[in-house]
């Protein structure tokens, strides 16, 4: 048998399992999930919002809730 694989898949690399160690990986997977409607643009305007913070450098690294005192 013989298995032809594109140059540009091979330049991306691959990756052989057993279907069985394939099957796992994929059930421990976690889901990707699409927001829409309004909740979805609340996140959004969060995220923006913390970002920006961060960038400005009003934000600080904790190294444990204890930290928030």
Request: glycine share 4%.
């Amino acid at each position: 048998m013989t298995i032809k694989i594109p140059r540009e898949t091979v330049r991306d690399g691959i990756v052989v399992l057993p279907l069985k160690e394939y099957r796992e990986l994929q059930a421990q997977a976690v889901p990707t999930y699409y927001l829409t409607g309004k909740k979805a643009e609340e996140l959004d305007k969060l995220v923006e919002d913390s970002l920006r913070e961060y960038r400005a450098g009003k934000t600080r690294r904790l190294k444990s809730l204890a930290d928030l005192r």
